[in-house]
């Protein structure tokens, strides 16, 4: 029998084998068409929030902000990319910010919190905020991501019993 001849055995085996790649790189498309949408989806809500979000890495220079951002500060996202959030935040509240920002950044799971925040235009916005850590591999700390809700002008109902932590 010349070399490059099967046995029926062997061109079962091949065939098989052949069927289960193909079925493997299936399963990976469809995977990756799921991840693709899901990430669509995410863009979205990122894109249509009203709440200003960024991206900080973990010295604070803005990796990302969304429209909202633009419209509650006034820098475009180009600007924003690059500046220290340090910029955002007026000079007396910076020192609790960074400690905010270092304990996320270790682990920590901090409650959303009332604080202000510095406008292009300079003027005090008061907003509540959440920071949350962005782990790259091996569970480390690469990015922090921010919301903020922007609270100047809303009128806050009276509230006695302590839920949404107003009391």
Same mark, same amino acid.
Not at 80 to 104: T, W
């Given at each position: 029998?010349?070399?490059?001849?099967?046995?029926?055995?062997?061109?079962?085996?091949?065939?098989?084998?052949?069927?289960?790649?193909?079925?493997?790189?299936?399963?990976?498309?469809?995977?990756?068409?799921?991840?693709?949408?899901?990430?669509?989806?995410?863009?979205?809500?990122?894109?249509?929030?009203?709440?200003?979000?960024?991206?900080?890495?973990?010295?604070?220079?803005?990796?990302?902000?969304?429209?909202?951002?633009?419209?509650?500060?006034?820098?475009?996202?180009?600007?924003?990319?690059?500046?220290?959030?340090?910029?955002?935040?007026?000079?007396?509240?910076?020192?609790?910010?960074?400690?905010?920002?270092?304990?996320? #950044?270790?682990?920590?799971?901090?409650?959303?919190?009332?604080?202000?925040?510095?406008?292009?235009?300079?003027?005090?916005?008061? #907003?509540?905020?959440?920071?949350?850590?962005?782990?790259?591999?091996?569970?480390?700390?690469?990015?922090?991501? #921010?919301?903020?809700?922007?609270?100047?002008?809303?009128?806050?109902?009276?509230?006695?019993?302590?839920?949404?932590?107003?009391?």
């Amino acid at each position: 029998m010349p070399d490059d001849e099967y046995t029926d055995d062997q061109l079962t085996q091949e065939v098989t084998e052949l069927r289960t790649r193909v079925k493997a790189l299936e399963d990976f498309r469809v995977e990756y068409e799921q991840r693709q949408w899901s990430l669509q989806r995410l863009a979205t809500v990122l894109h249509d929030s009203s709440d200003a979000i960024s991206v900080l890495d973990v010295d604070g220079q803005i990796l990302e902000w969304n429209p909202a951002a633009e419209r509650i500060d006034g820098d475009t996202k180009t600007e924003a990319r690059g500046m220290n959030v340090r910029q955002l935040i007026p000079a007396a509240s910076y020192p609790k910010e960074q400690e905010r920002m270092m304990a996320v #950044s270790r682990g920590m799971t901090l409650a959303p919190y009332e604080t202000q925040r510095v406008t292009k235009r300079g003027l005090l916005l008061d #907003s509540l905020r959440t920071m949350t850590k962005m782990a790259a591999q091996a569970g480390r700390a690469d990015s922090i991501s #921010s919301t903020e809700r922007n609270l100047t002008g809303w009128k806050r109902p009276a509230n006695t019993d302590g839920v949404n932590g107003h009391s």
